[in-house]
């Protein structure tokens, strides 16, 4: 079995842990919010938000010349505060959600794959991250 290294990204998002919840696990809002960059889009997210469901989020280059899905399997779901899942590839990711006094840090621990750098896949999840980060605390 592969060993991979891990990366981990994350945001302090000014939004109590029930809407950074609900923003992160609803199919619509992830549309929205479940891209790297504004010429990449996410078209359609599905999921069955409970442990053994599984997920999938179509992710495309708005002029249609690149995209893939990113699916897999929920593993642990714990509301408001914990989501760790695992990637069609068989990769680990999980998710924290820390609650502060007025925010909420997110932080995701993902093994890397072995086609694009470590600094690639770190700066492209961030990228995300921080792309949820602006849609949640700009919407209701």
Not at 65 to 71: I, R, T
Not at 105 to 126: I, L, Y
Request: a negative charge.
């Amino acid at each position: 079995m592969a060993t991979h290294k891990t990366i981990t990204v994350e945001a302090i998002v000014n939004a109590p842990a029930e809407k950074v919840w609900k923003t992160w696990t609803t199919p619509d809002d992830i549309t929205k919010w479940n891209c790297p960059s504004p010429d990449w889009h996410s078209p359609k997210a599905e999921h069955e938000m409970k442990v053994g469901g599984k997920f999938n989020y179509r992710m495309e280059a708005k002029d249609g010349s690149a995209g893939f899905d990113f699916s897999g399997v929920f593993d642990v779901i714990i509301p408001n505060q914990y989501i760790e899942y695992t990637i069609g590839d068989g990769r680990k990711v999980k998710v924290n959600f820390t609650s502060g006094e007025n925010h909420t840090k997110v932080t995701e621990t993902f093994e890397a794959e072995n086609q694009n750098s470590v600094e690639m896949q770190k700066n492209g999840w961030q990228a995300i991250l921080d792309c949820f980060k602006n849609y949640t605390e700009n919407n209701n």
